[in-house]
């Protein structure tokens, strides 16, 4: 089937959902409501990847790249994840990061000035990394479908560049403060991730107690601020997150 046609099929309802019903996630241990396919995701995370690019700063500074593909290679060769990893690095102070299905990584300048060391930067490459294992895109879009937001809708604004929806969507993928609309992944999302991140960056050798450190200088910034940073309100670094995240390092004996 050709994508127009999948496309044309899905806008008028001629093609039923390819994979329903629940999927046993075994990076996750638990069990996951699917009623999306992997082709549907990476269809629309290709469209939604290609308009983050063309509407936002790409970043040229060539140490910034450098760094960031360096540290990605490492965590998501260690994560096993087998896509065609890409990375860029959007030229904003916006201090945010965030992933698409099929390997798309952003990383803001905003928030690479924030960190202290690499081992930083593997944290939140894990951290995303951990969001694609979880497939929480997918999950997140097969409960919007469930919701009665059908995808075929999706594909149809992010092909005619329908600004709203395309927004929404670009958002349950993952791509949210782009488009300016944030959609918080949920708390199961984040800690999942948080832990899943963890593992990845000590496989590959990066220091994981850096981690607690990174996401409590989030949090100390948020409070003195008041306002609460872009990365922070999507991703919340509450005590709780950090009491979680704590709690497994120790587990792990990594503290
Ligand atoms: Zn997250």
């Given amino acids: 089937m050709s994508r127009r046609q999948l496309v044309r099929g899905l806008a008028t309802g001629s093609v ?23 082709e549907q995701i990476a269809q629309l995370s290709a469209q939604a990847w290609q308009q983050s690019l063309q509407r936002e700063r790409i970043s040229r500074d060539p140490q910034l790249n450098a760094r960031v593909e360096r540290v990605g290679a490492r965590v998501t060769r260690a994560s096993g994840l087998n ?22 990584v952003a990383f803001y300048r905003g928030i690479l000035e924030t960190m202290e060391n690499d081992d930083q930067i593997a944290t939140v490459m894990g951290h995303e990394a951990a969001h694609l294992a ?37 958002a349950i993928l993952g791509a949210g403060v782009t488009f300016g ?26 220091d994981p107690r850096q981690a607690l450190r990174f996401w409590e200088s989030k949090a100390a910034q948020s409070a003195g601020r008041n306002a609460t940073p872009e990365f922070a309100s999507t991703h919340p670094s509450d005590a709780t997150r950090i009491a979680a995240l704590r709690q497994y390092l120790a587990e792990q004996n990594y503290i």
């Avoid at 896509?83 to 959007?90: A, L, N, S």
């Avoid at 979880?134 to 329908?162: F, K, M, P, T, Y």
């Fill in 83 to 104: 896509y065609p990893w890409e990375y860029v690095v959007f030229d904003s102070d916006q201090e945010n990061a965030w992933v698409l299905p099929g390997g798309k």
């Fill in 16 to 38: 039923v959902a390819f994979a329903a019903g629940c999927a046993e996630n075994t990076a996750l241990g638990r069990s996951q409501l699917m009623l999306v396919s992997e």
């Fill in 181 to 206: 609309v944030i959609l918080p992944y949920s708390r199961r999302h984040e800690l999942e991730a948080d832990r899943l991140g963890v593992e990845y960056m000590a496989r590959a050798g990066y």
């Fill in 134 to 170: 979880g497939r929480h895109a997918a999950e997140r879009a097969s409960q919007q479908q469930a919701a009665g937001i059908g995808l075929g809708l999706a594909s149809v604004a992010l092909d005619a560049g329908d600004v709203e929806n395309t927004a929404q969507w670009a």
